[in-house]
């Protein structure tokens, strides 16, 4: 078993082949049965056991255990990609901090760490911290760079898909930079880019709260306000990038200057930076949004208050996005996230309240569901892990060989 070998499957050219069309597809799922794979894969069961057949021999494929799926009798064996065929790095480029995740191919996280910066920190600062925490990342472990099979980049704001250059609206000081000139020359290994909130639609619907839906939006509230638009089970990117972008759809034309450098953005209402700031006025000392958070799960009213406001503002943006798109289900990400109900239930209201369709007008089938994301603070992270998993050139349009 080797890199070369697992690369060549996941290639293009190789989904015409049944090995091929089964690496891909436990790449892209973790861990299925052959049933699983036969159905998932459009391929005969008897063409599935065949070419399992090839990949076990080859080491290739493995068992994991059994999975009944919920029937009635002998249960299914699941089978993933052998962990030690390669590794997957996934890393954060976020406004406020820079997050690198290794996970192997069978979907394990070996390794998770961050480290906090100040805002609108240097590209070239970015650079040097993200070459050292991969160097870290893998120091002590059997597994190797060598065995690397790509690295997926989320980045705190638009890319360009056909550059790979940053846009206006996230990270201010890298704007017009070449994402893959900067981190190219790191890893020789597929690169794979997209922004944050693209990225953690992938996670949700790969291990999170989307997890079968293939028509979903991603709402993410934090110190900035993103978003993603999923159909047919692909991420919507727009021609230029900017699809999803919900922060930065103009509500009041004459209202403050966004950081985009428009004005009356969604995100200056919504985002939660005004709300820290009274936070740390109130304790008189810097805080983060998690800090408020957990203040507020412990029982601090201010803290409490400042979340319920800043849903009640989500709300109202939801109340725009559902209008256009009336979707079936709606994952809330970001840290503001973590506050559960406290965010949860403003939101849902205010939601409500500025919809066009009520809930009293559809059936329960027919309503648009909320729910909080599943994950708390790696969510982005680990959509660029599954950037690599995923493993598909047409849907990045950021591949660098």
């Known amino acids: 078993m080797n890199k070369i070998e697992l690369k060549s499957l996941l290639t293009d050219q190789a989904l015409g082949t049944p090995a091929g069309r089964i690496v891909r597809t436990l790449s892209e799922r973790g861990s299925l049965?052959?049933?699983?794979?036969?159905?998932?894969?459009?391929?005969?069961?008897?063409?599935?056991?065949?070419?399992?057949?090839?990949?076990?021999?080859?080491?290739?494929?493995?068992?994991?255990g059994s999975d009944s799926g919920g029937s009635v009798g002998r249960p299914a064996t699941a089978l993933t990609l052998n962990p030690r065929a390669g590794t997957c790095i996934g890393v954060l480029v976020g406004q406020t901090e820079i997050q690198v995740i290794v996970a192997d191919v069978s979907h394990t996280v070996l390794s998770d760490h961050s480290v906090s910066l100040e805002p609108d920190y240097p590209p070239e600062q970015a650079q040097d911290i993200v070459r050292q925490m991969i160097a870290e990342a893998y120091a002590g472990q059997w597994h190797s760079p060598a065995?690397?099979?790509?690295?997926?980049?989320?980045?705190?704001?638009?890319?360009?898909?056909?550059?790979?250059?940053?846009?206006?609206?996230?990270l201010p000081r890298w704007v017009g930079r070449d994402v893959r000139a900067m981190f190219g020359p790191?890893?020789?290994?597929?690169?794979?880019?997209?922004?944050?909130?693209?990225?953690?639609?992938?996670?949700?619907?790969?291990?999170?709260?989307?997890?079968?839906?293939?028509?979903?939006?991603?709402?993410?509230?934090?110190?900035?306000?993103?978003?993603?638009?999923?159909?047919?089970?692909?991420?919507?990117?727009?021609?230029?990038?900017?699809?999803?972008?919900?922060?930065?759809?103009?509500?009041?034309?004459?209202?403050?200057?966004?950081?985009?450098?428009?004005?009356?953005?969604?995100?200056?209402?919504?985002?939660?930076?005004?709300?820290?700031?009274?936070?740390?006025?109130?304790?008189?000392?810097?805080?983060?949004?998690?800090?408020?958070?957990?203040?507020?799960?412990?029982?601090?009213?201010?803290?409490?208050?400042?979340?319920?406001?800043?849903?009640?503002?989500?709300?109202?943006g939801l109340g725009l996005i559902g209008s256009v798109f009336n979707p079936s289900l709606v994952v809330i990400g970001g840290r503001l996230a973590m506050a559960g109900d406290m965010l949860m239930s403003p939101l849902s209201?205010?939601?409500?309240?500025?919809?066009?369709?009520?809930?009293?007008?559809?059936?329960?089938?027919?309503?648009?569901?909320?729910?909080?994301?599943?994950?708390?603070?790696?969510?982005a992270c680990m959509g660029a892990v599954g950037l690599v998993l995923r493993h598909r050139r047409h849907e990045t349009a950021m591949h660098l060989n």
């Open 33 to 64: 049965s052959a049933a699983q794979l036969a159905r998932l894969t459009g391929l005969a069961k008897s063409t599935v056991s065949t070419a399992l057949s090839e990949l076990r021999r080859a080491d290739m494929v493995v068992e994991v």
């Open 147 to 170: 065995g690397l099979l790509g690295v997926g980049i989320a980045l705190g704001g638009p890319v360009n898909p056909i550059n790979g250059q940053v846009l206006r609206g996230g």
């Open 186 to 316: 790191m890893f020789d290994a597929p690169l794979f880019f997209d922004n944050e909130s693209n990225c953690a639609a992938i996670a949700e619907m790969t291990w999170g709260a989307a997890q079968g839906h293939d028509d979903f939006i991603v709402l993410t509230l934090d110190l900035g306000v993103g978003g993603a638009i999923v159909s047919g089970g692909k991420v919507m990117r727009g021609i230029a990038g900017g699809a999803g972008e919900f922060g930065h759809v103009v509500i009041d034309p004459d209202g403050p200057l966004c950081r985009c450098g428009n004005r009356g953005c969604l995100e200056v209402y919504a985002n939660f930076r005004p709300y820290l700031a009274e936070a740390e006025e109130r304790f008189g000392e810097p805080l983060r949004v998690n800090d408020v958070v957990r203040r507020a799960l412990d029982g601090d009213a201010v803290c409490g208050a400042l979340i319920a406001r800043a849903g009640e503002a989500g709300g109202r």
């Open 349 to 379: 209201q205010s939601f409500e309240r500025y919809s066009l369709i009520k809930r009293e007008d559809v059936p329960e089938e027919a309503r648009t569901v909320l729910k909080r994301s599943h994950f708390s603070e790696n969510g």
